[in-house]
């Protein structure tokens, strides 16, 4: 069986810098039409100039034109003529809280001083991609966070909300109750719970924030997604990390998911018999909330199994090892 996707989007992706985007760059252009780019480099992507040299290296590195990088800045107080420069440039802006995850120190500690800056970016129509989490008890972060979520939601209404690699529950009912608020969600919150990382031996490369949560979670965002839900869009959050960045005391977080996201996709849907709804989630949904067009590429899949390597360079993959159903067979650009 063979199954064509028009122009699939990454709507959360983390490219890195470097040796690291050499190597990863090529992996998402060679399955998908664009993705959403992270800004939490070392050094985070917060002005225009640090943008456009980051999306210079980033088209340099997939060396394939039918791959659009959509991309970001860093969150901080901007001024109105620093957004209405970088407007053209940008998807949107990432707000991640201080500390909460991988090279976000430089994230907002007082969510009391933001008011301004996002009030600019309702005016000037720019959306704004939230890591949702406190710094309270791991399990319920994103729990606690979701009354800020629903502030920004009710103070700016006309501002383009995204909660970013969504995990509760509770958090799905934000998009019932608000049309200005979208959600990604990733392939590895699609398939795990804490039990996957923690219940037996701990499982560095499945570490992540948000973490995994209970079962009750896992099944209520796997039926919203199934459901065909307009507003949850597909982000894999993959984020690499050298292998002795993950098998080390003091595990960094994050999933890299970006080769296998797309083929693992096809066969989670297909074993739900809701291949019909996949291309809302990997490109229609995001294509309407965000206003955007991709370039027209169209990815080929057939239903022939592979085994997923074990590593890529110096990186792990997620499913390292285990067999996929589907695989990507050709691209049409
Ligand atoms: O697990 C994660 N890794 N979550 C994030 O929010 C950031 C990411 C990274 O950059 O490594
Ligand atoms: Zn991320």
């Given at each position: 069986m063979q199954l064509t996707i028009n122009a699939p989007l990454d709507m959360h992706l983390h490219l890195r810098e470097a040796q690291m985007l050499q190597l990863v760059a090529p992996l998402s252009a060679a399955h998908f039409a664009g993705a959403v780019v992270m800004p939490n480099l070392q050094s985070p992507v917060d002005s225009q100039q640090k943008l456009l040299a980051y999306r210079r290296a980033i088209v340099e590195a997939a060396a394939d034109d039918s791959f659009t990088p959509y991309m970001t800045l860093f969150f901080r107080p901007y001024t109105k003529a620093e957004l209405e420069a970088a407007r053209e440039h940008i998807i949107g802006i990432k707000?991640?809280?201080?500390?909460?995850?991988?090279?976000?120190?430089?994230?907002?500690?007082?969510?009391?001083?933001?008011?301004?800056?996002?009030?600019?970016?309702?005016?000037?129509?720019?959306?704004?991609?939230?890591?949702?989490?406190s710094n309270g008890f791991v399990m319920e972060r994103e729990r606690e966070f979701l009354a800020i979520y629903r502030w920004l939601a009710e103070s700016f209404p006309r501002l383009a909300i995204i909660m970013e690699h969504i995990t509760t529950a509770d958090t799905l009912d934000i998009l019932d109750e608000f049309p200005n608020v979208a959600a990604t969600v990733t392939l590895h919150h699609l398939m795990l719970t804490l039990d996957d990382v923690v219940g037996g031996l701990m499982q560095p490369h499945l570490f992540c924030k948000p973490?995994?949560?209970?079962?009750?979670?896992?099944?209520?965002?796997?039926?919203?997604?199934?459901?065909?839900?307009?507003?949850?869009?597909?982000?894999?959050?993959?984020?690499?990390?050298?292998?002795?960045?993950?098998?080390?005391?003091?595990?960094?977080?994050?999933?890299?998911?970006?080769?296998?996201?797309?083929?693992?996709?096809?066969?989670?849907?297909?074993?739900?018999?809701?291949?019909?709804?996949?291309?809302?989630?990997?490109?229609?949904?995001?294509?309407?909330f965000y206003g955007i067009t991709p370039n027209p590429k169209k990815v080929h899949i057939h239903d022939e199994a592979w085994t997923v390597p074990l590593s890529y360079g110096s990186v792990r993959p997620f499913l390292a090892g285990e067999q996929i159903q589907w695989q990507v067979t050709a691209i049409e650009k």
């Amino acid at each position: 069986m063979q199954l064509t996707i028009n122009a699939p989007l990454d709507m959360h992706l983390h490219l890195r810098e470097a040796q690291m985007l050499q190597l990863v760059a090529p992996l998402s252009a060679a399955h998908f039409a664009g993705a959403v780019v992270m800004p939490n480099l070392q050094s985070p992507v917060d002005s225009q100039q640090k943008l456009l040299a980051y999306r210079r290296a980033i088209v340099e590195a997939a060396a394939d034109d039918s791959f659009t990088p959509y991309m970001t800045l860093f969150f901080r107080p901007y001024t109105k003529a620093e957004l209405e420069a970088a407007r053209e440039h940008i998807i949107g802006i990432k707000l991640y809280p201080a500390g909460i995850t991988t090279q976000s120190e430089a994230g907002v500690a007082d969510f009391e001083s933001i008011g301004e800056t996002v009030a600019l970016m309702e005016e000037l129509q720019i959306p704004l991609l939230v890591h949702g989490e406190s710094n309270g008890f791991v399990m319920e972060r994103e729990r606690e966070f979701l009354a800020i979520y629903r502030w920004l939601a009710e103070s700016f209404p006309r501002l383009a909300i995204i909660m970013e690699h969504i995990t509760t529950a509770d958090t799905l009912d934000i998009l019932d109750e608000f049309p200005n608020v979208a959600a990604t969600v990733t392939l590895h919150h699609l398939m795990l719970t804490l039990d996957d990382v923690v219940g037996g031996l701990m499982q560095p490369h499945l570490f992540c924030k948000p973490i995994a949560k209970t079962p009750h979670d896992l099944q209520a965002l796997r039926a919203a997604v199934f459901s065909g839900h307009p507003r949850i869009l597909f982000g894999s959050d993959s984020a690499p990390h050298p292998t002795h960045a993950k098998e080390c005391c003091g595990c960094a977080a994050g999933v890299f998911s970006a080769p296998v996201a797309l083929p693992k996709l096809v066969e989670l849907f297909a074993a739900q018999d809701k291949l019909d709804v996949l291309p809302d989630f990997v490109t229609n949904n995001a294509q309407r909330f965000y206003g955007i067009t991709p370039n027209p590429k169209k990815v080929h899949i057939h239903d022939e199994a592979w085994t997923v390597p074990l590593s890529y360079g110096s990186v792990r993959p997620f499913l390292a090892g285990e067999q996929i159903q589907w695989q990507v067979t050709a691209i049409e650009k």
